[in-house]
């Protein structure tokens, strides 16, 4: 199957990558101890795109957005944030404006809500800088976004699994990134809040013009919120497009190695998507 580039027609007025891709991969890849894990691959993320990044485990999902998020190098090729060598940039200049959310955050068992937002304006002020106007506008216009303001005083462990989410998405939001990159946000998560967690994405990405980059297992979330779609397999691209071209059952059998059956309803519902 042909892998081709994603691109997007527009970009969001105001983003820093206006007219160019948000993330551009030249043949980048990643390997250890011999072992290649990311096959070089060449793919852009256009500004003001949420996409999904899917595949089974050990796919290469989650070494991708480590890519990305600069957690680690890779072994081969070149990486462009906003048209920029992402080598280049500095660590506080790239927090400014990628927010990073691993699967397992810490637990940040002895703060609050509030003092896990004010976290997001390190890249800003710094660990010793003390926090001003700005600074207080930000936390709180965070904690408005993901409704925890009435919750700010409340300690993160005492949060639900759904809570703890809204909770370090504030902390993201508090850094006023241009792009979330965020590993798996839903896992462990029930369906409600699953649900919950993936339509505040969705109205954040929409008002505050923002790129969102997500890895993600269940497949009929990521047809129903995503508007671009990435499909790894053994650390090699495998498919990407939109929503739309993702819902034949043969596409995803070849994807999952695994006979795959969809619905969709005549209402225009979300598609379902079950194993044969």
């Known amino acids: 199957m042909a892998i081709a580039s994603i691109s ?18 030249k043949r980048a890849g990643y390997g250890v101890g011999g072992s290649r894990i990311l096959a070089p691959i060449d793919l852009q993320i256009p500004a003001g795109g949420f996409v999904a990044l899917i595949g089974h485990n050990g796919s290469g999902k989650s070494t991708l957005l480590s890519l990305l998020a600069r957690q680690i190098e ?6 462009a944030f906003a048209g920029e060598a992402l080598a280049r940039l ?25 003092e896990l937002a004010r976290f997001g304006r390190y890249p800003w002020r710094g660990a010793f800088m003390r926090h001003g106007a700005e600074d207080r506008r930000a936390v709180e216009g965070a904690l408005g976004r993901v409704g925890l303001s009435h919750m700010r005083e ?15 998405l504030a902390m993201l939001l508090a850094q006023e990134p241009s792009c979330l990159l965020l590993d798996e946000p839903t896992a462990a998560l029930d369906l409600k809040h699953q649900l919950e967690v993936l339509q505040l994405l969705r109205q954040l990405r929409d ?21 671009h779609l990435v499909a790894l397999k053994a650390g090699r691209p495998v498919f990407e497009g939109p929503p739309q ?32």
């Open 8 to 25: 997007g027609d527009t970009t969001p007025a105001g983003s820093p990558a206006a007219g160019v891709a948000l993330f551009d991969l």
């Open 207 to 227: 008002e505050n013009e923002l790129t969102i980059v997500m890895a993600i297992h269940d497949i009929g979330m990521a047809l129903r919120f995503a508007d």
């Open 74 to 79: 890779p072994s081969e090729g070149e990486i």
């Open 90 to 114: 500095s660590q506080r200049d790239f927090a400014r404006k990628v927010g990073w959310l691993p699967q397992d955050p810490p637990l940040a068992a002895n703060l609050t809500v509030a």
């Open 154 to 168: 409340r300690a993160v462990a005492s949060l639900s699994g759904g809570e703890r989410q809204r909770a370090w």
């Open 245 to 276: 071209a993702l819902v034949r059952p043969d596409v995803l059998s070849a994807i999952y190695d695994l006979p795959i059956g969809t619905v969709q309803p005549k209402d225009g519902g979300p598609t379902v998507v079950y194993p044969l």
